[in-house]
C-alpha cells in the first residue's frame, strides 16, 4: 500500500442553508478543495451522506454530485455509515489511492437537515440506531445518549454540571470559526438552565442539526511536488464497528470500536497517544466527548470530566479537543462532519487555522466521527510533512 | 412502523422472544439468527420472564413525532434476570421515582397510535415490580 496525502482542503460554513440545494453545497466544497489543491481534475469521488434519500429524496449522489462538478464520467459512489459517513467516505478515498489504484481522488461529506422540519429530522436522524428496537419505542438519538451519560454518572459519581466544561470550550472555540454555526461563548450557568431533551441530557449538551458541505483531496504520498496545495500526510485512517443496539453490548458506557479504531490508527501511524497534538472529537453529546476521550487512550475511564474542568482539553491546555468548536460549536451536518474534523485538522497541522484556534508545534492531529451511538466509528491522524 | 413490520415483531413486543444458543448457552434479546458469543446457528427461541432492574434511564422531554403527545415520558437499559440488557419504556412511573437498581417487571401497554385512524400498538414497557 501507498502511503497518502490530503494536498487540498474545502468547506461551506455550516448554517442552515435554506437556499441551497445539495448538489451546489457539495460542489461548492469540492471545488474549493481541489483549487487549494492546484489541480484540475480528479479519478474518484466519495460521497460521504446519511439523510439525502429520506429528506431530499434524493439517493445517487455519487453519480449526481459528480455530474455537477464537472466529472460525469468519473468513479463515483456514497458512503453511508451514519454520522460516520464523512469519515467513512474518506477512508474509501484513501483506500483507492493507497491501493494504487486511483492517481487523484476526493472524498466530499455533505448534509442537508433543512429540507424539512425539525421534528422530521430527528426521526430521520433515529434511523442510525436499531429501528426495530429502539427507534420505534420512542427513543431519539438524545435518549440513547442520556442513557449512556446517565449509567457514566451513577458509576463515577458525577453530577449534571461536571459536563458543563465541554460545550462550554466547544463554544469558546467556535466563536473564532468563521464557518462555524454558534459564533459565541456560552456559560455554565447557562448550561445548568438549558431545557431539558431527555434528561440528564440539555439543548447546551447536543450538537445543533444544521447543513454544510467539506471536501478533501486526496493524492500519493509520493507525488505532492506535482501540486500546489501544501500537503499532510494521512498517518492513519482506521474504522470499526460495535453492536447497532446500545443494549447489546459488553458495557454500555465504553465505546468499543472507538478503543479499537484509535488502536489501529495508532499501530498504523506508530506512535502512541500522548505523541498526538490535538484531537478533533465527535462531540454530539457532552457525554460521547468524555467517552470518546476515555476510549482513545487520553484518559482513564471516567476521568475525562476532571481532566476537563482542569482545562486539560482547552486550545492551551495539554491535549486542546474539539478546536474549531466542535460538532457542538461549529455544528453536526450529520454526514458532512467527519470530513469538516478532518479540514479543521489539517489546518492545524498546515499551521493556517485562526490566530486563537492555532495550537502551537502541531506535528500529529487526530480526528474521531463516530456514528449512531457509537456502532460506526473513523479514527484518523494527519501527520505534518 | 406499518403493519407488517409491527406483526413481524409480535413475539418480541407482546412475549418477550428472544433466542437461546444450543451450543454455548448465551441468551440474547433482540432474537439473533447467529449467536454472537460462539457463531453457531443452532438457536433456539426463548422467552424472557420479563423481570429485571433498572440498568440505566431517562426522562424524554422532546420526542421523536409519532410520541410528542406522551412527552414527558421514561425510558431505561433493563438489565433481565436472564442477563442480556433490554431498552423499553417505563411505566407506572414518574421522573423522580425512578432509580437505577430498581425491580422492575414486563407489562403489555400502548406504544403509539398511529395517526386518528391507524391501528394502536401495544408492546412491552416495564413498571417497577409490585411487592409479593
Ligand atoms: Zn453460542
Redesign the interface.
Known sequence: MRQTAIIGIGQTPVREHWDYPIRQLAVQALWAAIKDAGAKHIEGLFVGNMLSGALAEQEHLGALIADYAGFPCIEAVKVEAACASGAAAVRQAVLAVASGHLEIAAAVGVEKLTEFSGKFSGKALATAADADYEASIGLSFAALNALMMQRYMYEYGYSKEDFAPFPVLAHQNAQYNPNAMFRYPITKEQYLKAKPIADPINLLDSSPISDGAAALVIVPLKNIQSFGGSAVKISACEIATDTIGLDNRENPIVLKAAQKSAQAAYKTAGIQPRDISLFEAHDAFSIITALSVEASGFANAGKAPKLAADGVFNINGRLPISTFGGLKGRGHPVGATGVYQLVEAAKQVRGTAPDKLQVDDVRLAMTQNIGGSGATVVTSILEKI | ?DIP?YWR?RN?RYRLEGTECIECGQR?F?PRCIC?HCKSDSLKSFRFSGRGTV??????????????K?IP?S???VKLDEG??????LADVG?DEIQ?GQPVEMVIRK??EDGENGPIQY?YKFRPALKE
Not at chain 2, 440498568?55 to 410528542?68: G, K, P, R
Not at chain 2, 442480556?84 to 419504556?89: A, D, G, R
Open positions: 412502523m413490520r415483531l418480541q440474547n433482540p454472537p440498568y440505566s434511564f431517562s426522562t424524554i422531554y422532546q420526542a421523536l413525532d409519532t410520541f410528542d406522551d415520558y425510558i431505561a437499559l442480556p440488557l433490554i431498552t423499553t419504556q421522573p437505577i406504544i403509539y408492546g
